[in-house]
């Protein structure tokens, strides 16, 4: 049993994603076969995305503001199957998801059903994509 100490969001270390990174994630989630490049992630992209996944929702929707509508839906694809697929990835309600497609409703783009479907077809975290009620 392990023990660790809770932190609140204001004491969370915002870390900088580099664009060089974004545009990795953003073509992973692009390519045909995204499920079997997010189950063969790199340690490198491993140790890239661990304190990421964690980051605050505001982060995320900050730089979800600056891309187009693909490359957040390349993003979300990418993101539900690398934290599906990875154990030590997982984000629950701080998933990146739930900014992307917060982002994309604000914008009036909606994902549509066929979407969603995917999404949680493809997920076991229970908060993405609109993340928790309260």
């Known amino acids: 049993m ?3 100490s809770w932190q609140p969001d204001s004491e969370k270390q915002t870390l900088a994603l580099t664009d060089d990174d974004l545009q990795n994630f953003i073509a992973l989630g692009a390519e045909d076969d995204v499920e079997k490049s997010t189950q063969n992630i ?5 140790k890239t995305l661990q304190p990421l996944m ?3 929702r505001k982060l995320w929707m ?3 503001d600056t891309l187009s ?3 957040l839906h390349n993003l979300i694809r990418f993101f539900t199957l690398v934290e599906a697929n990875n154990s030590s990835l997982e984000a629950g309600n701080d998933s990146p998801v739930i900014a992307f497609n ?12 066929e ?20």
Not at 42 to 46: K, P
């Open 2 to 4: 392990s023990i660790a």
């Open 42 to 46: 790199s340690d490198d992209d491993l």
């Open 69 to 71: 509508i693909q490359d």
């Open 62 to 64: 900050t730089l979800a």
């Open 115 to 134: 979407f969603l479907l995917w999404i949680k077809q493809h997920s076991s975290n229970q908060f993405i994509p609109n993340g928790s009620v309260l």
């Open 54 to 56: 964690s980051q605050p």
């Open 102 to 113: 917060k982002c994309l409703r604000k914008r009036g783009h909606a994902l549509d059903k």
